[in-house]
């Protein structure tokens, strides 16, 4: 049983009799306390899909449920359906929009190392690798010599996520992002 200052994003963790997916941590210390940080926790339930945000000491102790990461590829999306299909045995998942909201700006049809968050035999999550390539399709034109400072320019990805690139990178080219900070990491 790992204290709550172990849990990680993306977690699952039992919780009032409950499963939860932990899809964001803020830690905060307050003034006064002797020494204690505070967890706040934004968690699904993995059933009916429900937000609770709760805090816990660092000191709690929380039970991880069992999850199960698959290699799958993105299959197709269905209205607000995506269906992704594993890789190995060829089980077709489906996730909402709204559960993937942020991961679907870094999904290309070709994708590698993506996974699937399976938690009690049902598909909660989508588990992105920390680096992914993307095509820009829209950029102002690059700026002759522009390597040579470090300012940058908004680019748009095949995607439509919107990142800083610095002025030597133009239209068309393929660029490494990082999914983490959404920031440009270098030519791919």
């Not at 706040?40 to 993995?46: A, G």
């Not at 030597?168 to 990491?185: A, P, Q, Y």
Request: avoid cysteine; aromatic fraction near 8%.
């Amino acid at each position: 049983m790992p204290k709550a200052s172990e849990i990680k994003k993306n977690s699952a963790v039992e919780y009032d009799g409950r499963v939860y997916f932990v899809k964001d941590i803020e830690r905060s210390v307050p003034q006064g306390r002797a020494g204690g940080s505070l967890y706040r926790m934004r968690m699904y339930d993995v059933v009916t899909n429900n937000k609770i945000d709760q805090t816990f000491k660092d000191s709690d102790m929380l039970n991880l449920a069992d999850l199960v990461r698959r290699p799958a590829t993105f299959s197709y999306s269905d209205g607000e359906e995506y269906v992704f299909m594993d890789s190995e045995d060829y089980t077709q998942y489906s996730l909402n929009k709204a559960a993937i909201e942020d991961e679907l700006l870094f999904i290309t049809e070709d994708m590698q190392d993506l996974k699937v968050v399976v938690v009690s035999d049902a598909p909660v999550a989508l588990d992105l690798p920390t680096t992914v390539e993307l095509e820009i399709t829209e950029t102002d034109p690059s700026i002759k010599g522009g390597s040579a400072t470090a300012r940058t320019k908004p680019a748009t990805l095949s995607t439509g996520l919107v990142v800083q690139v610095p002025e030597h990178i133009s239209t068309g080219d393929r660029i490494k992002v990082n999914v983490e900070d959404r920031k440009f990491l270098s030519r791919a």
